[in-house]
């Protein structure tokens, strides 16, 4: 096998292999354009955590601050039972709240006045133990109880209870209210429309759901056993609550009711001691179907296809350069050196150029040249002698016949004096 056609056999291989590792990579870029998205989307939802958890943050805040404005008027702060239940009824009668079941606690501890009548002259501290924190707080900071849903309400709410203070800042007691959690949800989660299947879910810092899209699960706890039976792959219940109360905003992966979800959340800053958590999630056969929307692997096909065909295209190019520039005058240089072997030292390589074929060409015509102007010399010189050996033969064929004719003298001469040495031996016999 011929180096041409070796390089020919390396090149189709690398082109097929280059084609079965675009078809590999194809599913290795889908999956990385899939993460990417995915990650893309906790982002997303992580900043709609945000931005959620700070409207809520804004609307307690501005409940609290009716409380404040409430708990200023004479009749609440001063005003007898009568009177404060008076203007109680009259602030709910013309709508100037959203707070519900308010109540107005002395210091001693009672209620002085309610929306709800049935609660003047009961102890706070019996609708949960949140309410004596406001008393002994030397501060007297607002304070707001767990989710509880009353008997007969429709909503599970928490309540709220700000401080009272008369004209001297001295305490004289709590302006409380009800918000009901299903305003919130309905105002700043329901209507918050951001991906398919995706949902809100908001948390108390004690693990109790305030709101979750499976309305069986408000009011229980992410530890319960209802709610750990649909988590998979999820953190630990322990560690959700201390990152709660931590105030902790990050994105996970995790799974919920049978689906792999991305979420992120984002803490609701209600005071340094209390935080509630707003978290996002989206499933992941989502933002899949997000991406077959776009027809995701289609187009890696077809980039795949257009990449193989460039390379395949570039190699075909190629390997016509490669054999145009090296293996044809190769191919040239080796017949004129069988020409040459077959002793024409006048075979000349008719290639030129100024790269590195072009100048073993040259090189090689140099040589040939050299080699057939040595070649005519050594003819001639070599005629040369022959023309005078063969002087000298003749010179020396001359000088032979002369020696032979010499000798043939010579011996007719012996020849004679021999027989003329007989005659005389026979003359003097006689």
């Not at 893309?40 to 409207?55: F, M, N, P, R, W």
């Not at 001693?108 to 609708?127: H, Q």
């Not at 008393?135 to 008997?151: C, G, N, Q, T, W």
């Not at 689906?259 to 005071?271: C, D, I, M, T």
Request: hydrophobic share 40%; aromatic share 8%; net charge neutral.
């Amino acid at each position: 096998m011929n180096k041409r056609t070796l390089f020919i056999i390396i090149t189709v291989s690398v082109i097929v292999l280059i084609i079965i590792g675009g078809m590999i990579s194809s599913n290795y870029i889908k999956n990385k354009i899939t993460d990417n998205l995915i990650t893309d989307y906790g982002e997303q939802e992580k900043l709609i955590a945000s931005q959620v958890a700070q409207t809520i943050e804004i609307e307690i805040l501005s409940l609290e601050k009716q409380l404040y404005f409430i708990s200023e008027l004479p009749e609440i702060k001063y005003g007898d039972t009568d009177e404060c239940n008076a203007k109680l009824d009259q602030i709910k009668e013309g709508g100037k709240t959203k707070l519900g079941n308010l109540g107005r606690v002395d210091a001693d501890g009672t209620f002085k006045c309610s929306v709800n009548r049935a609660l003047v002259g009961t102890e706070a501290s019996k609708l949960g133990p949140y309410i004596t924190k406001i008393f002994e707080d030397p501060l007297h900071e607002p304070v707001m109880s767990r989710s509880i849903k009353p008997a007969g309400a429709t909503s599970f709410l928490v309540a709220v209870h700000v401080p009272v203070f008369g004209d001297e800042k001295e305490f004289l007691g709590t302006l409380g209210g009800a918000i009901y959690l299903n305003d919130i949800q309905q105002q700043y989660i329901s209507n918050v429309q951001f991906a398919k299947d995706g949902f809100i879910n908001l948390y108390d810092d004690d693990g109790s759901i305030l709101y979750n899209y499976k309305t069986e699960l408000i009011g229980k706890n992410i530890a319960s056993p209802e709610f750990q039976s649909l988590v998979t792959n999820g953190t630990p219940p322990e560690k959700t609550i201390a990152d709660i109360k931590a105030g902790v905003s990050k994105v996970t992966r995790f799974g919920f009711d049978s689906q792999e979800k991305v979420g992120a959340s984002a803490p609701v800053n209600l005071s340094p001691e209390r935080k509630w958590r707003v978290s996002v999630s989206v499933p992941i056969a989502t933002i899949k179907e997000d991406l077959a929307a776009i027809h995701i692997d289609s187009l890696i096909r077809q980039l795949t296809f257009y990449i193989t065909m460039i390379v395949g295209v570039f190699g075909i190019i190629l390997w016509w350069i490669i054999d145009r520039k090296v293996f044809i005058p190769i191919k040239i240089v080796t017949k004129t050196l069988e020409k040459m072997g077959a002793g024409d030292t006048s075979a000349k390589v008719p290639f030129s150029g100024n790269d590195e074929i072009g100048t073993l060409a040259a090189v090689f015509n140099s040589m040939s040249e050299k080699i057939n102007a040595a070649n005519i010399t050594l003819e001639k010189k070599v005629k040369e002698r022959t023309e005078e050996i063969e002087k000298i033969n003749v010179s020396l064929r001359d000088r032979s016949a002369e020696l032979e004719l010499l000798n043939n003298v010579m011996l007719d001469r012996e020849l004679k004096m021999s027989d003329l040495k007989k005659e005389i031996a026979k003359y003097k016999k006689q």
